[in-house]
């Protein structure tokens, strides 16, 4: 093939690269929603990730073990995220988007790993930061329920109002 | 010996050197504020000029005999003056010193200027953003000496210029000042253009639902417009002396006109320049394309018309500044290359030219590419298995695509008569250094980034086989993977480039005959005499005396 040639084959394949990846995304539409049995760990941080993402505070707060509901209150809860959602969650905060992967044992406890992207900054500065985070589980007497002070994603410790 | 006795003595009157402007900066600081100059804001007068008295009386003295000990070694009477003034030590010693004191003096500069301006605009709250109130003296006092130390050791240059010719090290390592001082206040100047642009943009048409203050717009203005100010005149008053020296009488016009820092300097802006249209240029397709391919929640805001209005026309005003220095730069490059002595300078021009926009061009098209591919095969290998991250694909899908085909453009611009050249003389192009480096450049940048994709997807790969608890799935290698695609089409396709050229030069050399001996000891010697000497007879003269078996032809 002479160099000419396989410049523009170069260049049409490029162009039908863009071409797809658009029509492709646009087609596809949104990231779906995962699915998992109704009563796994897995749907529990689904539920509980959902519920953040509804902004829906006593929904999320419900999704905690019994023995962190018992260490924060409620109003406890909804304050810190509050604070959280002003500044932490889009539109203020960087987009994000969550997959959520199989429970395994680890070291005798359930842990679900959830990996978040995040989506900074524009242009060349666009980066995608993405992290795994391990989220114990425990079962309690109401089903698989997330055993760590959570603020979204994030283990927070709640300071209650005196 | 004489080397070892110049970096003390130039070490030693570089440190001594700091002592002694850092004490007269604050003595001239105190004496301002004593006058009631720039806001008087300094407490602890008596410690201060305790302080300058201190680091003047170690600084001066000090500084005074090791300065006279480096001086007095170019007295012409002195056999060595010749070997001091062309010493490299001598030179790196004066390009340090003068592009510090020139960094000092720039930043007390923009200080100054920026109090100046803030003065008009509404008042920021004390250290707002590191800002203090009460600078001004120091900025003016460190602006006075750190200028006067500048202008001494700038005339003590222009004098050792002036004694006569100076070349190697000597030469150049100055010459990075020039031109590095040149680039620095060309690329801060048009950065601080754009900066300009969007903060007119932003007050034109304001960000929706955005809460910056007052205070924030004041502050980034005035630091916009004293960089600015200060980084022109730095500039062009560089580039002036550049300029000047092109034309001056004797062996500097020669000397500089064929320096390779100059070219250097000239690539260096079109790089920059390149670089820059590409980026700007992407970033107001990006704008028009989020709202068309419906990536608005992903940014975070909801857009309206004046927003992206303000974007496309920010991005766009400033990246006409950066067109214009990169068209000039590589207008002048040519120019200086027709009317260079040397007939493959202008080769050598258009060479560079061409090599370095289409490197800019492919790096951008190949990121573009890359993220492309990692998006495609993160939609169609389950990265859609998420909970939230509406239009997360698009808005990727709105930054890389401008890149993509941008850098696309401007590779296949460049790439194509780069292919021309090397089909009209394909011998000639594959011995080219300037293309040799181009692509080992590339296939070095896309080698390590496809070892390092590789690297992370292989690290995945094991740690699924060994049930490795890593979590991320196909999320975390898409983009690696999309790299790895990305970049091993670059290394391949340079690659074979590579291998054609060594091939080519191979069978080059193999075709050339092998040169005679006696051309091998053939030497051109210059024979300068007196004007109203014989040139003949000492030519005869010399053949006289030669050697048996060598000649002397004319």
């Given amino acids: 093939m002479s160099s000419n040639r396989s410049l523009l084959a170069i260049v049409a394949g490029i162009l039908t690269l863009v071409a797809v990846t658009v029509v492709v995304v646009l087609v596809a539409g949104d990231p779906k929603p995962q699915e998992f049995p109704p009563d796994s760990a897995e749907a529990a941080v689904q539920g509980y990730i959902g519920a953040w993402n509804e902004r829906d505070i006593p929904t999320a707060y419900a999704f905690l073990s019994e023995r962190v509901r018992a260490s924060t209150s409620l109003g406890d809860y909804q304050r810190a995220a509050d604070d959280f959602l002003a500044y932490q969650m889009p539109p203020n905060g960087p987009q994000r988007r969550v997959s959520i992967g199989d429970a395994s044992n680890d070291a005798g406890h359930v842990v679900v790993p959830v990996t978040v992207e995040e989506l900074y900054g524009d242009g060349l500065n666009q980066t995608v930061n993405r992290s795994t985070r391990f989220v114990p589980m425990v079962r309690d007497s109401d089903g698989w329920r997330i055993d760590e002070s959570l603020i979204w994603l994030d283990p927070t410790y709640i300071d209650p109002v005196k | ?554």
Avoid: C, K
């Fill in chain 2, 1 to 554: 010996m004489q080397t070892v006795r110049r970096l003390y003595v130039y070490l030693l009157s570089g440190i001594t050197l700091g002592f002694l402007v850092y004490g007269l900066i604050t003595l001239v600081e105190v004496a301002l504020s004593a006058l009631g100059v720039g806001g008087g804001g300094i407490g602890g007068r008596r410690e201060q000029l305790s302080l300058a008295a201190a680091l003047i009386g170690v600084g001066l003295p000090v500084w005074a005999i090791h300065w006279w000990f480096a001086e007095r070694g170019l007295d012409p009477n002195r056999p060595n003056a010749e070997e001091e003034r062309s010493s490299t030590v001598r030179a790196l010693y004066l390009t340090v010193v003068m592009i510090v004191l020139l960094s000092v003096g720039a930043f007390a500069a923009r200080d100054l200027v920026r109090e100046f301006v803030l003065g008009f605009l509404p008042r920021p709250q004390d250290d707002f953003y590191g800002y203090s109130s009460g600078s001004a003296a120091r900025s003016l006092a460190t602006l006075v000496v750190t200028g006067a130390a500048w202008g001494y050791h700038v005339a003590i240059r222009r004098r050792d210029l002036a004694r006569g010719p100076l070349e190697g090290a000597a030469a150049w390592l100055p010459r990075v000042y020039v031109y590095g001082a040149t680039l620095t206040g060309l690329m801060i100047t048009l950065q601080a253009f754009g900066d300009l642009a969007r903060y007119a943009g932003e007050t034109l048409w304001p960000i929706s639902g955005t809460d910056y203050t007052g205070d924030y717009r004041s502050y980034a203005f005035a630091e916009s417009l004293s960089l600015l100010a200060v980084w022109t005149i730095g500039w062009i008053g560089h580039w002036w002396y550049a300029g000047r020296l092109l034309i001056a009488a004797g062996w500097r016009a020669s000397s500089e006109r064929a320096a390779r820092l100059r070219l250097a300097f000239f690539v260096s802006v079109i790089l920059a320049g390149a670089f820059s249209v590409i980026r700007l240029t992407a970033e107001a397709v990006r704008a028009v394309l989020i709202p068309v391919l419906d990536a608005t929640d992903a940014i975070g805001s909801n857009l309206g018309a004046t927003d992206l209005v303000r974007a496309v026309a920010v991005a766009l005003v400033s990246a006409v500044p950066w067109a214009v220095a990169w068209w000039l730069h590589q207008r002048w490059m040519h120019e200086e290359a027709l009317e260079a002595d040397d007939p493959s300078r202008e080769a050598v021009a258009a060479r560079l030219d061409l090599h370095s926009v289409a490197l800019v061009g492919l790096a951008f098209a190949a990121v573009g590419t890359g993220w492309l591919v990692g998006l495609l095969i993160d939609v169609a290998l389950g990265g859609s298995r998420t909970v939230g991250g509406s239009g997360f694909w698009r808005a990727e899908l709105a930054n890389f695509v401008p890149f993509t085909l941008i850098g696309l453009g401007v590779w296949v611009w460049r790439w194509w008569p780069i292919q021309a050249r090397h089909q009209a003389d394909p011998a000639a192009e594959a011995a080219s250094t300037i293309r040799r480096s181009f692509l080992l450049v590339i296939l070095a940048a896309s080698v390590i980034t496809s070892l390092g994709s590789l690297a992370y997807v292989l690290y995945r790969l094991f740690g699924s086989l060994l049930g490795a608890n890593i979590g991320g799935g196909i999320l975390e290698l898409s983009m690696p993977l999309g790299a790895l695609v990305a970049a091993g089409a670059v290394a391949l396709y340079h690659g074979l480039a590579l291998r054609r050229d060594l091939a080519l030069r191979a069978a080059s050399e193999a075709e050339q005959p092998a040169r005679p001996v006696e051309e091998r000891s053939r030497r051109s010697l210059v024979l300068i005499g007196p004007p109203d000497g014989d040139s003949d007879a000492a030519l005869g003269a010399l053949r006289e005396a030669l050697p048996p078996g060598f000649t002397l032809d004319e």
